[in-house]
């Protein structure tokens, strides 16, 4: 499989970010925001569902591939429920998602198992995945109350 690569431009586009990253694992360490170039990014483990799909249920068939991703435009971050003091603490990001304020200014959320969540007011969505091409096997794929 070759390495994913998306970008977004609106919420649509975002929605098919969050769907690839959804159960993807990061240290806080790996998450920052740099104000003065307004970007925040993450480097994660994420769970590759498209893989998982066409594997099926075969145990030790399901992957994890290291990947970056970078939210443009970011005129302010607060943090809740994440300690970031706590540099090894491990995260789970259940999704992210796009709310307009006033178009096109919005606020991008990344929720985390347990309740934390990472607050961006952007300018307008603009965002970016990409795998960063180390990817391994494991055995155990996340499990949801649906599952």
């Known amino acids: 499989m070759t390495d994913l690569k998306l970008i977004a431009f609106d ?11 959804q159960d993807a694992v990061l240290r806080v360490e790996d998450m920052a925001y740099v104000k003065a170039e307004r970007r925040f990014a993450i480097v994660a483990n994420r769970f590759d569902w498209s893989q998982s799909a066409q ?9 994890r591939r290291r990947a970056g991703a970078r939210i443009e435009h970011v005129t302010g971050a607060k943090v809740s429920g994440i300690d970031l003091k706590n540099k ?25 198992a347990g309740g934390g969540a990472v607050r961006l007011d952007v300018e307008c969505v603009e965002a970016a995945l990409t795998d960063l091409g180390a990817a391994w096997a494991t055995r155990s794929k996340p499990q949801h109350a649906e599952d």
């Open 11 to 21: 919420a649509e586009d975002l929605a098919v970010i969050a769907a690839h990253l």
């Open 55 to 63: 594997e099926g249920k075969k145990p030790g068939r399901f992957v």
């Open 88 to 112: 090894d603490q491990v995260l789970s990001l259940l999704t992210l998602t796009f709310e307009e304020t006033e178009a096109p200014q919005g606020v991008i959320t990344l929720s985390f």
